[in-house]
């Protein structure tokens, strides 16, 4: 690879259901957040390569009482981003309440609160269209079956201008159960383009599927339609759900997604053109490409969203999420830097898929190295603190409090359907309260624990394969934890937070 090529994938984590939209000389990429607050993640870049995570468009979830406790694969589905009017807009499907919008005058705020534009279970992946030759605005949305009962179809509506309100009951423009061979037609996007209204849009499952494109003279259809990328014999399984962008000197390229289990979602970027026959041709002549061209655009400086933090002030970064809504005193901020986490009593704390207060990141997609240093400051016993890696099945390494008073290096983990960690590893006594902790992630996501409490690094229990939630991959967290019963549980404190390739 060359300073004219890049390589694929372009974003190497859980950046789930990419969409893109292109303002002036910028570009801006939203992605699924599931049930992890702040949701909506919002990247920026000026040559499509390099992003940079510039906020969040959702401070919390809503109903808030609903995402009190981790719905990891509920909350915000497939995001839809679009600038009209002079405003950003996005448009989400949650499964169980319905499709929402928000907007804002720029991007990084202030956002609306959400808007529940149409009510109903199942409702996902909906895509607004303004379009600006007859001043009509449409929306398109797709259907999860586990929900409604209902799926392989796109259902259209006539929309209000102004976003808030839909014109009719809708109607099913394209059905996919009678398409020869296609099934789990979902995640579509919406343009207007060469007089034709086209639908992108995936099928045939996130592992296993290819991403289509439909066309019609007019909204509501009837529609035609075409494979435009698969795996072929490439390793790029899937090929699914995205978004195409026209940069300012007119050359298309489409942004979408390949499932690569406990690593989630990596967004890779793939060439566009239109062929003779009017159709888009994406990647190598449908198979998707490893390495190409970079973009016609201005060279940029190499840039990817943070990882590392030394939580100045006690303040995390955006690469930080909550395992659902947060609540006031999990993290407390003050004059040096590290981070300081409350331990917070729950009944569920031997179950960490269980608790909202596991401040989590995306598990990287190449081989590393992850280390933060903790210090246990909580003398309540059964207190503890630790960095983990969560999905389905679970395991973390960290400090607790015995109930002589002792602090010790305990390592833990759950199977999948267990309902209670247990021991990874014979615990060791932590004289002075303080560990740093490692994780090494290599191929396979297969994680290699090690701590040191002052007498050098060592390798802690047997190796642990990280896997994903239903949706969601795997999770880097940090956590503070205490027993319930009795006040003020106190607190663990984490330092340098890095993740290095190995």
Not at 52 to 65: D, F, I, K, M, Q
Not at 86 to 108: C, L, M, S, T, V
Not at 256 to 273: C, D, E, K, N, S
Not at 382 to 409: E, K, M, N
Request: hydrophobic residues 40%; charged residues 25%; glycine residues 12%.
């Amino acid at each position: 690879m060359t300073t004219e090529t890049y390589r694929n994938p372009i974003l190497d984590a859980d950046w789930s259901d990419p969409d893109v939209v292109r303002v002036g000389d910028d570009f801006y990429l939203t992605a699924s957040s599931f049930g992890r607050a702040p949701g909506l993640p919002l990247l920026h870049s000026r040559d499509l390569v390099n992003w940079t995570l510039v906020g969040h468009a959702l401070n919390r979830l809503e109903p808030a009482a609903e995402f009190r406790s981790p719905r990891h694969d509920c909350g915000v589905w497939a995001p839809s981003l679009r600038h009209h009017d002079d405003r950003f807009w996005i448009f989400w499907g949650d499964p169980d309440q319905g499709i929402h919008q928000i907007n804002a005058p720029e991007i990084r705020g202030p956002w609306t609160r959400p808007h529940l534009i149409k009510a109903g279970k199942g409702l996902i992946d909906p895509c607004p269209l303004w379009d600006d030759e007859t001043g009509e605005a449409y929306l398109i949305h797709a259907w999860a079956k586990s929900r409604s009962g209902v799926k392989n179809r796109l259902t259209g509506h006539r929309m209000h201008p102004d976003g808030m309100s839909l014109l009719d009951e809708g109607k099913v423009i394209v059905d996919g159960d009678r398409i020869p061979g296609w099934f789990t037609l979902e995640g579509p996007k919406l343009y207007r383009h060469d007089g034709w209204f086209w639908i992108l849009a995936p099928a045939g499952g996130v592992e296993t599927g290819w991403q289509g494109a439909f066309r019609s003279r007019g909204f509501f259809g009837p529609y035609e339609e075409r494979v435009v990328l698969e795996q072929k014999d490439t390793d790029v399984n899937g090929p699914h759900q995205g978004g195409w962008v026209r940069t300012p000197s007119g050359e298309d390229w489409f942004v979408h997604f390949q499932q690569r289990g406990a690593y989630g979602r990596v967004v890779h970027l793939q060439p566009m053109r239109w062929g003779p026959d009017g159709w888009p041709v994406l990647g190598d002549d449908g198979a998707p490409v490893a390495v190409h061209r970079r973009p016609d655009l201005p060279p940029q400086p190499t840039a990817a969203p943070a990882t590392d933090d030394d939580f100045p002030g006690g303040r995390f970064g955006r690469q930080w999420s909550w395992t659902a809504n947060s609540q006031d005193g999990w993290a407390t901020q003050h004059s040096g830097d590290g981070l300081r986490l409350t331990c917070v009593r729950s009944a569920d704390a031997h179950d960490l898929r269980k608790l909202p207060n596991v401040l989590t990141q995306r598990l990287p997609g190449a081989p590393c190295a992850v280390e933060v240093g903790l210090r246990l400051h909580s003398e309540d016993a059964g207190a503890r603190a630790g960095l983990a890696v969560l999905g389905d099945a679970f395991s973390w390494i960290g400090l607790q409090r015995g109930a002589d008073g002792a602090v010790h290096l305990v390592h833990r983990f759950a199977e999948a359907v267990a309902e209670r960690e247990r021991d990874a590893a014979h615990p060791r006594l932590a004289p002075d309260g303080r560990a740093r902790l490692r994780i090494e992630i290599g191929s396979g996501a297969r994680c290699r624990f090690s701590y040191d409490i002052g007498d050098g690094w060592t390798p802690s229990g047997p190796v642990f394969a990280a896997t994903p939630w239903r949706w969601v991959g795997a999770l880097l967290g940090l956590f503070a934890l205490a027993p319930v019963g009795g006040g003020h549980a106190g607190a663990a404190a984490f330092t340098h937070f890095r993740i290095s390739p190995l």
